[in-house]
């Protein structure tokens, strides 16, 4: 586990990938959707961080902004994305080209779904080098292909093959292989397992764990799935219709969950042990549209004042995380 | 009798033009619905493992390739077509995607309107309409929010209700919801599933939940059967199968299941994950032998019968081969 | 009805190929509905003006070899040719469409036969066809047997595109779902399956008709086609005979070109249009 989670924010300034202030905004015919509205995430170097949240919360908004891959009618309304003092929504198309795979990579959501029918993993896979590197003789983007299979736990002659002959796992974890071959420094995972079942789940988060280890990679996972947050990261983020609602060390996270939003999610997981025993949360997530006043998630939140549909609570430093709720405003913990 | 059985049934997809591929999807499954005894059983398997083409056989969408399906005991392919027509009626589905199931021209009435005008569920417009409400009610829907609405204006969760709701509209006998909550928001399950609980409890209506999802099954079931290629491997009463897993497969499943406890980790205390997954093993062995980490030389030799351990737990498994073998390897509801 | 009008407007500028193509058609029928009111139809036809007369106020497009209005064979013509192609391609894209649903919804048998009949199809170079049968109904041709002569091999290529939509949409959940319902086969396809369709039949449609005018273009440049007719194709035919090139006459030969090449324009146009309209995803948003 890595000691920057034990810290402190003031003291987490040696930050590889830092957030600050982001909106990511699509403007519609129905009107602007505010899709990520000030956002501020750091990530350490070899760090873990989850970032979770439902469907429509923006988490996969971020790792598309991050990627530079916002395409009209969104944009990058405003904030910075620094990756060790370079901020990525101020470079060009070509310039951010040149940071994907290399420097940042991305495993899609549905990857295996987006690997082309039509050609061989191998050829896949050398592609993405390739357009980073020229140099490299053929022998050489071989036994790279090789090592990299290998590294994800893939026979050999699997580069010979077609997407269509190989399984989801194994798929997904060509994907994975891919996101590594060029030793990025940051690796983001849009819901890498959503289409797998459990069995397979374990074995392809296992191996993305231990090339994390193995290569030092940063790694954010994005998801839904608080069970295996809690398994994989070691920080977690939680967004509710756009906006950080907790972040903080997942164990502080699952031990003590401060935001109401954070421990409804936890409730609403089945666990084993006792039956019978998980509820959903009520209503449904806002639009973000129109947006309403005041906090988001008040029109559900079990525990909202008068001051919630009024004030927009700002993420304020409690207890060695951040949470952004009037809970906690004064300083008294509930 | 039982209201609805599948006995023996076997299923085999050839497929390709030259090379004839043939995968055994279901091999010598056997399940008996009795409608008397409204329980809620769940059929867990991974995806290959045969659970939607059990799902589609029991709903009369696939024929076996051997064996039969019957229906209030008699052969649904020889059934007539008035027999036929109450079996649609009385025999309901739930399906995964909470959005394909809605055709996006019409809006979501459209899925109500039809099976009401088929089946001459109600005589008037104002009739209809109180059925429509009545249903959506029953599962904590509010009429005024979802009726005239296009799918794509309402949630996933909304969606998924909406499609029990149109279960329930036809006083069905027996509903079999295929993997209803995997694609919807953790948050939205628990309502979701609830309402099935409601459907079983009060309206005294069997259902059969299949998932690979063991989290879910274990909250929402009594009973559980685990699915392996095709094949049982373990069946019984849903809190001693997962407290105490006896087949080496259903102990793979359990310990893959990601705890939401930080500090209890992936698989602890228990079986290591061999990831060689060659071939599901000759017609003449155990299926999971390949993978199994307590294989023994007979289990290369056989297909383990299903040994009886106790009153409700059943295992496919030589580990258990002092156990005496189940008389019936069909299971009543 | 006002808002569909509005969505209608905000959506064609997000898909301005459909815009672009409905306003060209559109100019070309307006040119020949208003050009009817100021020429007589008469001089579209031979030895009604002077011949080989040059751009001038009374002929604005000049005269032809045989003694017709230029001007009066655009506005008279080209509804012809339009005329032809719609009938083609509606006859055309409504047996296609019985066959690849049928062939697709019933599979088995029927549908071997109907996909390797097709595929045979396919195969033959059409032109060739057509031109064997119009030598062979040369004296008797007119507008409306170029029509059904065009349609013979019009349905081949709607038949396998829209087998192929509903092979694709048969396994959808909705289907399923109908089927639960009691639907029959042919209700399913009525009701379920034709109303998700209507954007790709209405883009297959528009291609048939594209495919048919360029046929009895084709045919009719050759002789072949109603030899009385002004149709667009018989001017080329007359361009071509009388070696107008040649002899320097551009009033002859540029109008029906260039109204040929604005009326397959506006067809693509349209026709890619409709094909994104019929993307679902960009319906959806509609």
């Given at each position: 586990?890595?000691?920057?989670?034990?810290?402190?924010?003031?003291?987490?300034?040696?930050?590889?990938?830092?957030?600050?202030?982001?909106?990511?905004?699509?403007?519609?015919?129905?009107?602007?959707?505010?899709?990520?509205?000030?956002?501020?995430?750091?990530?350490?170097?070899?760090?873990?961080?989850?970032?979770?949240?439902?469907?429509?919360?923006?988490?996969?908004?971020?790792?598309?902004?991050?990627?530079?891959?916002?395409?009209?009618?969104?944009?990058?309304?405003?904030?910075?994305?620094?990756?060790?003092?370079?901020?990525?929504?101020?470079?060009?198309?070509?310039?951010?080209?040149?940071?994907?795979?290399?420097?940042?990579?991305?495993?899609?959501?549905?990857?295996?779904?987006?690997?082309?029918?039509?050609?061989?993993?191998?050829?896949?896979?050398?592609?993405?080098?390739?357009?980073?590197?020229?140099?490299?003789?053929?022998?050489?983007?071989?036994?790279?292909?090789?090592?990299?299979?290998?590294?994800?736990?893939?026979?050999?002659?699997?580069?010979?093959?077609?997407?269509?002959?190989?399984?989801?796992?194994?798929?997904?974890?060509?994907?994975?292989?891919?996101?590594?071959?060029?030793?990025?420094?940051?690796?983001?995972?849009?819901?890498?397992?959503?289409?797998?079942?459990?069995?397979?789940?374990?074995?392809?988060?296992?191996?993305?764990?231990?090339?994390?280890?193995?290569?030092?990679?940063?790694?954010?996972?994005?998801?839904?799935?608080?069970?295996?947050?809690?398994?994989?990261?070691?920080?977690?983020?939680?967004?509710?219709?756009?906006?950080?609602?907790?972040?903080?060390?997942?164990?502080?996270?699952?031990?003590?969950?401060?935001?109401?939003?954070?421990?409804?999610?936890?409730?609403?997981?089945?666990?084993?042990?006792?039956?019978?025993?998980?509820?959903?949360?009520?209503?449904?997530?806002?639009?973000?549209?129109?947006?309403?006043?005041?906090?988001?998630?008040?029109?559900?939140?079990?525990?909202?004042?008068?001051?919630?549909?009024?004030?927009?609570?700002?993420?304020?430093?409690?207890?060695?995380?951040?949470?952004?709720?009037?809970?906690?405003?004064?300083?008294?913990?509930? | 009798?039982?209201?609805?059985?599948?006995?023996?049934?076997?299923?085999?997809?050839?497929?390709?033009?030259?090379?004839?591929?043939?995968?055994?999807?279901?091999?010598?499954?056997?399940?008996?619905?009795?409608?008397?005894?409204?329980?809620?059983?769940?059929?867990?398997?991974?995806?290959?493992?045969?659970?939607?083409?059990?799902?589609?056989?029991?709903?009369?969408?696939?024929?076996?390739?051997?064996?039969?399906?019957?229906?209030?005991?008699?052969?649904?392919?020889?059934?007539?077509?008035?027999?036929?027509?109450?079996?649609?009626?009385?025999?309901?589905?739930?399906?995964?995607?909470?959005?394909?199931?809605?055709?996006?021209?019409?809006?979501?009435?459209?899925?109500?309107?039809?099976?009401?005008?088929?089946?001459?569920?109600?005589?008037?417009?104002?009739?209809?309409?109180?059925?429509?409400?009545?249903?959506?009610?029953?599962?904590?829907?509010?009429?005024?929010?979802?009726?005239?609405?296009?799918?794509?204006?309402?949630?996933?969760?909304?969606?998924?209700?909406?499609?029990?709701?149109?279960?329930?509209?036809?006083?069905?006998?027996?509903?079999?919801?295929?993997?209803?909550?995997?694609?919807?928001?953790?948050?939205?399950?628990?309502?979701?599933?609830?309402?099935?609980?409601?459907?079983?409890?009060?309206?005294?209506?069997?259902?059969?939940?299949?998932?690979?999802?063991?989290?879910?099954?274990?909250?929402?079931?009594?009973?559980?059967?685990?699915?392996?290629?095709?094949?049982?491997?373990?069946?019984?009463?849903?809190?001693?199968?997962?407290?105490?897993?006896?087949?080496?497969?259903?102990?793979?499943?359990?310990?893959?299941?990601?705890?939401?406890?930080?500090?209890?980790?992936?698989?602890?205390?228990?079986?290591?994950?061999?990831?060689?997954?060659?071939?599901?093993?000759?017609?003449?062995?155990?299926?999971?032998?390949?993978?199994?980490?307590?294989?023994?030389?007979?289990?290369?030799?056989?297909?383990?019968?299903?040994?009886?351990?106790?009153?409700?737990?059943?295992?496919?498994?030589?580990?258990?081969?002092?156990?005496?073998?189940?008389?019936?390897?069909?299971?009543?509801? | 009805?006002?808002?569909?009008?509005?969505?209608?407007?905000?959506?064609?500028?997000?898909?301005?190929?459909?815009?672009?193509?409905?306003?060209?058609?559109?100019?070309?029928?307006?040119?020949?509905?208003?050009?009817?009111?100021?020429?007589?139809?008469?001089?579209?036809?031979?030895?009604?003006?002077?011949?080989?007369?040059?751009?001038?106020?009374?002929?604005?497009?000049?005269?032809?070899?045989?003694?017709?209005?230029?001007?009066?064979?655009?506005?008279?013509?080209?509804?012809?040719?339009?005329?032809?192609?719609?009938?083609?391609?509606?006859?055309?894209?409504?047996?296609?469409?019985?066959?690849?649903?049928?062939?697709?919804?019933?599979?088995?048998?029927?549908?071997?036969?109907?996909?390797?009949?097709?595929?045979?199809?396919?195969?033959?170079?059409?032109?060739?066809?057509?031109?064997?049968?119009?030598?062979?109904?040369?004296?008797?041709?007119?507008?409306?047997?170029?029509?059904?002569?065009?349609?013979?091999?019009?349905?081949?290529?709607?038949?396998?595109?829209?087998?192929?939509?509903?092979?694709?949409?048969?396994?959808?959940?909705?289907?399923?779902?109908a089927q639960l319902s009691g639907m029959s086969g042919i209700e399913i396809i009525l009701k379920e399956m034709i109303p998700n369709l209507?954007?790709?039949?209405?883009?297959?449609?528009?291609?048939?008709?594209?495919?048919?005018?360029?046929?009895?273009?084709?045919?009719?440049?050759?002789?072949?086609?109603?030899?009385?007719?002004?149709?667009?194709?018989?001017?080329?035919?007359?361009?071509?005979?009388?070696?107008?090139?040649?002899?320097?006459?551009?009033?002859?030969?540029?109008?029906?070109?260039?109204?040929?090449?604005?009326?397959?324009?506006?067809?693509?146009?349209?026709?890619?249009?409709?094909?994104?309209?019929?993307?679902?995803?960009?319906?959806?948003?509609?």
């Amino acid at each position: 586990m890595n000691q920057s989670t034990n810290q402190s924010l003031s003291q987490r300034d040696h930050l590889l990938l830092k957030i600050e202030e982001l909106k990511v905004f699509y403007h519609t015919d129905e009107g602007t959707v505010k899709a990520v509205d000030g956002i501020n995430i750091g990530l350490a170097m070899g760090e873990r961080l989850g970032l979770v949240g439902e469907s429509g919360c923006g988490k996969s908004t971020v790792a598309m902004a991050i990627m530079g891959l916002i395409k009209p009618p969104g944009r990058i309304e405003g904030g910075k994305i620094l990756l060790e003092d370079v901020d990525l929504t101020r470079l060009s198309e070509w310039e951010m080209r040149m940071f994907r795979l290399n420097r940042i990579s991305l495993i899609p959501q549905g990857a295996m779904n987006s690997l082309n029918p039509v050609s061989r993993v191998k050829d896949q896979i050398i592609d993405g080098i390739k357009a980073h590197n020229q140099q490299l003789s053929e022998s050489e983007l071989n036994s790279r292909v090789y090592e990299l299979l290998e590294s994800v736990g893939l026979r050999r002659d699997v580069a010979r093959m077609y997407p269509h002959e190989l399984s989801g796992g194994m798929k997904q974890r060509v994907c994975v292989a891919i996101a590594i071959s060029l030793h990025p420094q940051v690796i983001i995972a849009d819901e890498p397992t959503s289409a797998l079942d459990v069995v397979v789940q374990r074995e392809v988060m296992e191996t993305i764990g231990r090339l994390q280890q193995e290569l030092n990679v940063s790694i954010i996972l994005l998801g839904h799935d608080m069970g295996l947050m809690a398994q994989f990261v070691d920080r977690l983020a939680v967004m509710y219709a756009g906006k950080l609602a907790e972040i903080g060390s997942v164990k502080d996270l699952f031990a003590q969950p401060l935001h109401p939003y954070t421990q409804l999610l936890i409730a609403s997981l089945p666990t084993l042990g006792k039956r019978g025993v998980f509820k959903g949360i009520p209503g449904l997530t806002p639009s973000l549209v129109n947006v309403p006043p005041g906090c988001l998630f008040h029109p559900r939140c079990p525990r909202a004042m008068d001051i919630c549909s009024l004030e927009v609570p700002a993420l304020k430093e409690v207890d060695g995380r951040q949470v952004a709720c009037h809970l906690y405003n004064s300083e008294v913990l509930i | 009798m039982s209201y609805l059985e599948l006995r023996n049934v076997t299923k085999v997809f050839t497929g390709g033009m030259f090379r004839k591929t043939t995968t055994v999807a279901v091999d010598n499954f056997s399940l008996e619905v009795d409608v008397e005894s409204p329980f809620i059983r769940a059929l867990v398997g991974e995806s290959g493992s045969g659970k939607t083409t059990i799902a589609l056989m029991m709903l009369g969408f696939i024929t076996p390739t051997r064996g039969e399906m019957l229906y209030k005991g008699r052969n649904f392919q020889k059934l007539p077509r008035k027999e036929r027509q109450i079996f649609r009626r009385e025999v309901q589905a739930i399906f995964q995607d909470p959005f394909g199931v809605y055709n996006p021209f019409y809006k979501v009435d459209h899925v109500f309107d039809v099976p009401i005008a088929k089946m001459h569920l109600a005589r008037s417009t104002a009739e209809r309409q109180a059925l429509k409400e009545e249903v959506l009610r029953a599962v904590g829907l509010r009429p005024e929010e979802t009726l005239g609405r296009y799918p794509h204006q309402l949630s996933g969760g909304q969606r998924q209700r909406i499609t029990i709701a149109r279960a329930l509209l036809m006083r069905p006998k027996f509903i079999i919801a295929d993997e209803p909550v995997s694609m919807v928001d953790a948050s939205l399950r628990a309502t979701i599933l609830e309402s099935l609980i409601r459907l079983n409890r009060e309206l005294r209506i069997p259902i059969l939940y299949i998932t690979h999802d063991l989290t879910t099954a274990y909250h929402l079931c009594d009973n559980i059967i685990i699915l392996y290629l095709g094949s049982i491997v373990e069946s019984g009463n849903v809190e001693h199968v997962i407290k105490n897993p006896k087949h080496p497969y259903t102990q793979l499943l359990v310990g893959s299941i990601p705890w939401p406890d930080p500090s209890r980790r992936w698989g602890e205390g228990q079986v290591p994950i061999v990831v060689d997954r060659e071939a599901s093993g000759t017609d003449n062995q155990c299926k999971f032998a390949p993978r199994c980490p307590f294989v023994m030389p007979i289990c290369r030799e056989s297909r383990p019968p299903l040994f009886q351990l106790n009153n409700d737990r059943s295992v496919a498994c030589y580990l258990y081969k002092d156990k005496p073998v189940a008389e019936s390897s069909s299971y009543l509801f | 009805m006002k808002r569909k009008l509005i969505a209608a407007k905000r959506y064609i500028r997000r898909n301005p190929s459909l815009g672009v193509g409905i306003v060209l058609l559109l100019a070309v029928l307006l040119f020949c509905g208003i050009g009817r009111i100021f020429v007589p139809a008469s001089r579209a036809y031979p030895l009604s003006v002077p011949a080989s007369r040059p751009v001038s106020r009374e002929l604005p497009l000049g005269s032809d070899r045989q003694g017709r209005d230029i001007l009066a064979v655009m506005i008279v013509g080209t509804p012809l040719t339009l005329r032809i192609g719609l009938i083609a391609g509606a006859i055309g894209t409504l047996i296609g469409t019985m066959l690849g649903f049928i062939s697709a919804y019933y599979r088995g048998f029927l549908d071997t036969v109907i996909r390797s009949t097709v595929d045979v199809l396919l195969t033959i170079p059409s032109l060739m066809v057509l031109i064997l049968v119009a030598v062979s109904l040369r004296q008797s041709m007119t507008v409306n047997g170029m029509a059904l002569v065009v349609s013979i091999l019009a349905w081949v290529w709607p038949t396998r595109t829209i087998r192929a939509q509903v092979l694709s949409m048969r396994e959808s959940g909705y289907i399923r779902v109908a089927q639960l319902s009691g639907m029959s086969g042919i209700e399913i396809i009525l009701k379920e399956m034709i109303p998700n369709l209507l954007p790709y039949l209405g883009a297959s449609f528009v291609g048939a008709v594209a495919s048919a005018i360029l046929a009895s273009i084709g045919i009719e440049a050759l002789g072949l086609g109603p030899m009385e007719a002004p149709t667009l194709g018989m001017t080329i035919y007359w361009v071509l005979y009388y070696a107008a090139l040649l002899h320097g006459m551009w009033w002859w030969w540029a109008p029906p070109i260039i109204v040929i090449v604005i009326v397959f324009v506006g067809l693509f146009l349209l026709s890619a249009g409709l094909d994104e309209l019929a993307n679902p995803r960009v319906r959806r948003v509609v």
